[in-house]
């Protein structure tokens, strides 16, 4: 399908992408109209307006910056990360219309070919197939078409500030900056009984706004703005202000200020200054309000991804319920969209619209985008996009991989050195959207990509599958690849539940595939020379590793039971198995607890000591902790044994106490990531390997999710 991009250069492109799958919750949508706004969808590419200096010194940042990746990541890592500017960097849109052609589990009140509107920032973006979660989605009045369906998004913001406005009848309402927000308030302010005053800086705008059925314009710089507003509203002021202009400038809100009458409203919709003057703020003891996009919902993963609505009862007006609202309003025929339109354009030639609205050519209010295409079945909804067409290369010369997953982690991990390693070729990649899967093929040159990772693994061309997906996805892309008899280096945690990793560890084990997890911490240079050292005192050792783990909001997918396992599944199982490597020995007992907070910006369970007895007599103790100070590294590792001890800083430095051997500082962190891969080639080539085995890795993850089990139960004595 052809979908409308950004570059990381602040450019346009349309591309051919996979059309997005259909998840739980979510309704699969055949775009026919969607909605350029001419104001948000372009901000910051309309020219730089930094001084001379200010360039000069934005230049010099960027040369540190780039001196300092090189350093790091090498030249050939920066040449690649610099060609990929040119690649997708993100999604553009946030307002379309269309059909339904398919939906997720759990939707009952959607139908395949019921005509809806949908919302959401990178969601419901200009696409010829979209995937949107049910919140985000609702019918169609019959009188209301496509066309102007595609305004519901933005209208839901006008609507929304003039909900925190809280107008009354026959009230004076001033509305400063009259782009595509601002004409819509205006008309929504006059369907609501008010008498309505306009102002911006064109007066073209002005006279526009005067012809929908404003009652007053004014000219900023040309008009005595204040003055006449105090003449129209004997000298009393405006009611409410709502502020709709784009401008870093105070100048908006101070003038509010000034407008407004004493103990009136001032509503910030748009996205000004607020370096404001306290005297008639405080004088007029003003109301001063910024709403919040369309509504409440907004930014709130429960409302938006899982579809858990708020009572009606107790949030009256929600994002879908603006949503409607304004859907109703334009059947009434109330609000004309339609005049506001500048231009008409086919998605294959939509960043000619941009090129319009970016170069000023004419005065440009909104731009509605056209999807002529209707053969759904065979071209929308396919999957995979480039070529599959791909020769098997014998295994002792280069071996094809694919990522399943490849988000934010395998994009900093596992895809550079895929692109850095010799014998290795990234043939294919799979996420969730067509945009994400068809970034990551361009930045790291996959063959091919696809929103479906079963076509992937049909693939006998692919050997081996990195899986970096979200945690609750492990377990069953795992179990598919081994059945499609795929070699599998499976991120951590190898299981959210334990039934899963006994039943994954069953099967691993009858499987001829390679199988590991990707505890790559055994594998750091540091870890594996204490290894060394260690192996040579055969004693009985103590650990103390203190992980200084930072703030994760509870809302974070990681923090969710059914999604992220939380995080001593999520990320404790890294810990358990370093102990597990040094100490090498069968565990015996398992004690855990987690700290009594009353303050609910701290987790209890983000803040944990777990203590393992093992049966050689070691003991590990992990400290995990949120609460430590930033300035902190995160990962300090002491191993006492024997009348010697040994330190381990950040990957960084080995410390070596009672030894006569030197410590070792590296030039850069190193956790172990490129050693961890070159060992799983070499086991799937047949070759000597010191990859972990499958019992090594299914130990840490029982680990882990017992730990889980055991502060649980501690949690439910507490209380």
């Not at 800083?649 to 961890?676: A, V």
Request: aromatic letters at 8%; one cysteine or more.
């Amino acid at each position: 399908m052809k979908q409308l991009f950004k570059t990381g250069n602040k450019k346009f492109i349309v591309k051919d992408v996979p059309a997005p799958s259909v998840g739980d919750g979510e309704i699969l949508i055949e775009v026919k109209n969607s909605l350029i706004s001419s104001g948000t969808e372009t901000i910051g590419l309309k020219g730089d307006r930094k001084s001379a200096g200010g360039a000069i010194t934005k230049k010099v940042s960027e040369l540190k910056k780039a001196s300092s990746y090189i350093a790091d990541k090498g030249y050939e890592e920066f040449l690649r990360k610099l060609k990929s500017r040119d690649n997708i960097a993100s999604a553009s849109g946030y307002s379309v219309s269309g059909i339904v052609i398919n939906k997720g589990k759990n939707i009952i009140d959607f139908e395949i070919g019921d005509r809806v509107a949908a919302a959401g920032s990178g969601i419901a973006g200009h696409a010829e197939v979209v995937s949107v979660p049910k919140n985000l989605v609702t019918k169609l009045p019959d009188p209301v078409d496509f066309v102007e369906a595609s305004f519901t998004t933005v209208g839901s913001i006008a609507l929304q500030g003039v909900r925190q406005a809280n107008v009354q009848l026959g009230e004076n309402a001033v509305v400063i900056g009259l782009g595509l927000i601002g004409l819509l308030t205006v008309q929504i302010l006059k369907a609501s009984g008010c008498r309505v005053f306009g102002i911006d800086l064109n007066r073209e705008r002005v006279d526009f706004a005067k012809s929908l059925g404003m009652d007053y314009g004014f000219v900023e710089g040309e008009d005595a703005v204040v003055d006449n507003i105090k003449s129209l509203t004997s000298q009393a002021g405006a009611d409410s202000v709502l502020i709709c202009a784009a401008t870093p400038s105070s100048e908006p809100a101070n003038q509010a200020l000034q407008i407004a009458r004493k103990k009136g409203k001032v509503v910030i919709v748009g996205l000004v200054g607020m370096d404001l003057i306290r005297g008639p703020f405080y004088m007029k003891e003003l109301d001063f309000t910024i709403s919040c996009s369309y509504g409440p919902g907004r930014y709130d993963a429960n409302y938006e991804e899982k579809g858990i609505d708020y009572p009606i009862g107790y949030v009256r007006w929600t994002e879908n319920r603006n949503m409607q609202a304004f859907l109703w309003m334009l059947s009434q025929k109330m609000i004309d969209v339609k005049a506001l339109i500048s231009g008409y354009y086919d998605i294959e030639n939509s960043v000619q619209a941009f090129q319009q609205i970016i170069s000023k050519s004419k005065q440009t209010i909104a731009v509605v985008l056209n999807y002529p295409n209707s053969d759904v079945d065979r071209k929308l909804l396919k999957k995979t996009t480039g070529s599959t067409s791909v020769q098997k290369i014998e295994k002792n010369k280069e071996i094809n991989f694919a990522v399943l997953g490849a988000g934010g982690f395998a994009s900093r991990t596992h895809l550079p050195l895929i692109h850095k390693l010799k014998d290795t070729n990234l043939l294919a990649v799979a996420t969730k959207t067509g945009k994400s899967a068809q970034k990551i093929a361009d930045d790291f040159g996959a063959n091919y990509c696809s929103t479906d990772y079963s076509e992937i693994l049909n693939d006998n061309s692919v050997d081996c599958v990195i899986i970096a997906s979200r945690h609750n996805l492990h377990f069953p892309m795992a179990i598919d690849s081994l059945k499609h008899k795929k070699h599998i280096l499976l991120e951590k945690p190898m299981g959210i539940f334990s039934e899963e990793v006994e039943s994954l560890e069953k099967l691993a084990s009858e499987s001829k595939v390679v199988f590991a997890v990707g505890y790559n911490r055994r594998y750091s240079p540091l870890a594996v020379e204490a290894k060394k050292i260690l192996s040579r005192e055969n004693s009985p050792m103590i650990i103390n590793y203190r992980v200084n783990a930072g703030v994760i909001p509870i809302e974070h997918w990681t923090q969710q039971k059914d999604i992220g396992g939380g995080r001593i599944i999520g990320e404790g199982c890294h810990f358990f198995d370093l102990m597990n490597f040094f100490i090498e020995s069968e565990v015996e007992s398992i004690s855990a607890d987690y700290i009594n907070v009353d303050n609910q910006s701290v987790i209890a369970k983000d803040n944990v000591v777990t203590t393992i007895k093992y049966k050689n007599g070691s003991i590990g103790n992990l400290i995990y902790t949120s609460i430590s100070s930033t300035k902190q590294s995160k990962e300090y590792i002491e191993v006492h044994s024997n009348g010697k001890s040994i330190i381990i800083d950040d990957f960084t430095k080995l410390k070596l106490f009672g030894f006569s051997r030197k410590d070792i500082e590296l030039k850069k962190q190193n956790k172990g990531h490129e050693e961890q891969m070159i060992e799983f080639i070499k086991k799937v080539k047949g070759q000597k390997s010191e990859l972990i085995t499958i019992n090594e890795s299914t130990l840490a993850a029982k680990i882990s999710i017992f730990v889980d089990s055991l502060l649980n139960f501690n949690k439910n004595l507490k209380q």
